[in-house]
C-alpha cells in the first residue's frame, strides 16, 4: 500500500524503504517516563505527548453535569475512535458497572445503547477528551490504552483503568500497571464485579493517583514542551535543507555489514582452521609416536 503511493506522488523509482532511509529527522512519539531508556542517534527526537495540553473550560451543559457529581467525581470511559462500539454481551457488563458506582460517568459510545445504561452514564458520540482528563472532578479514566489516552492521562495525573483491546494497547497498559498507576482488564474474561472492583480500588487506593502524578511531573518538566521540539526540528531541517550531519553512516552499509556477517564469518573460518590444524597435527604426532613405538618393539 505505501509503495503504490510512493510511487503515485514521489516517482516509480522511489518505494517506501528510500523515504525511510532519506529521512535526516525522525520525531519519535515517545517519553522515557513512559519508555524504557536506549541509546539514539542524534537525529532522533523524542516527542511523546506533543499534543497534550492544559484543559479547557468544558461546555456549560457538561460542565452542569460534572458538577452535580458532587465530591464523588467523575469517571471518564473511552474507547477510542477506532473502535466505536462493543459487543452487546460485553457493552452490558461494562454498564452493569458503571451503573453501581457513586460518580458520575461520561462514556464515548457510539453504538446501540444498552437496556441497563444507568441514570448516572452519560453517553455521547464525541467528548472532550482532554478537557475532561484535565478536570478537577475526574477521578479515572477508563480506556483502551491508546499511545494518544495514555499521554492524556499521564499529562493530567489521571491514574487509568485499563481495557486493551488491538495493537500496541496491550504493552502502554503493562508499561503503566509495573509503574503503579494503571488497573489491567482482560476483556475476554472480565466480568462486570471484576470491573466494578477495579475502578474502586484504583479510585479509593491513592498509591495510583500517585504514581501517576508522579509520572506526570517528570513527563511535564522539561526545557521545552514535546510541541516546541517539534516544531524546532522541523524547522531547523527546513532551514538548513536536511540535517545530513546528524545521521548515522550506518544506512549506507549492507546488510551483512552493518550485522557483522562478515567478520563473524571470517572468525569463524579462522576457529575452524585452527581446529583444522590442530586436529592434523595431533594426528602425525600419534602417527609418530605409534611408528617409534613399533621401532621399539
Known amino acids: 500500500m505505501y509503495n503504490d503511493l510512493c510511487h503515485r506522488y514521489l ?25 524504557f531508556p536506549r541509546p539514539t542517534m542524534p537525529n532522533i527526537v523524542y516527542v511523546g505527548g506533543f499534543q497534550c495540553k492544559p484543559s479547557k473550560p468544558l461546555e456549560a451543559e457538561l460542565e452542569e453535569f460534572v458538577q452535580s457529581s458532587g465530591e464523588h467525581g467523575i469517571i471518564v470511559m473511552s474507547m477510542g475512535t ?25 462514556w464515548r459510545y457510539d453504538g446501540e445503547i444498552p437496556p441497563n445504561i444507568g441514570n448516572n452514564i452519560l453517553l455521547s458520540k464525541w467528548i472532550p477528551q482532554n478537557d475532561l482528563l484535565g478536570h478537577p472532578k475526574t477521578q479515572v479514566f ?18 487509568i483503568v485499563g481495557i486493551p483491546l488491538l495493537f500496541d494497547q496491550f504493552d502502554n497498559l503493562l508499561r503503566l500497571e509495573v509503574r503503579g498507576a494503571a488497573k489491567v482488564m482482560n476483556i475476554a474474561t472480565m466480568q462486570s464485579t471484576d470491573l466494578l472492583q477495579a475502578i474502586n480500588e484504583v479510585i479509593y487506593n491513592t498509591s495510583y493517583r500517585e504514581n501517576m502524578q508522579k ?6 518538566d522539561q ?4 510541541m516546541e521540539r517539534a516544531i524546532f526540528w522541523i524547522e531547523y531541517v527546513a532551514r538548513h535543507k536536511g540535517a545530513a550531519h546528524l545521521r548515522s553512516a550506518s544506512y549506507k552499509l549492507p546488510w551483512y555489514v552493518y550485522y557483522c556477517v562478515d567478520v563473524m564469518i571470517f572468525l569463524v573460518s579462522l576457529f575452524f582452521m585452527f581446529t583444522t590444524l590442530l586436529v592434523l597435527l595431533l594426528k602425525k604426532l600419534c602417527n609418530i609416536s ?3 613405538k613399533q621401532k621399539t618393539q
Do not use: C
Open 11 to 35: 516517482g516509480p523509482d522511489t518505494d517506501v524503504e528510500t523515504v525511510l532511509l532519506s529521512a535526516d529527522v525522525w520525531l519519535m512519539r515517545v517519553d522515557f517516563i513512559f519508555e
Open 82 to 106: 477506532i473502535v466505536n462500539s462493543l459487543p452487546m454481551h460485553i457493552t452490558m457488563k461494562i454498564a452493569e458497572a458503571l451503573a453501581q458506582v457513586p460518580q458520575k460517568i461520561i
Open 215 to 220: 509520572l506526570s511531573a517528570l513527563h511535564r
Open 142 to 159: 477508563v480506556a483502551h490504552g491508546g499511545t494518544n489516552g495514555v499521554y492524556e492521562a499521564i499529562y493530567h495525573g489521571v491514574p
Open 290 to 292: 605409534r611408528k617409534k
Open 223 to 226: 526545557p521545552e514542551s514535546p
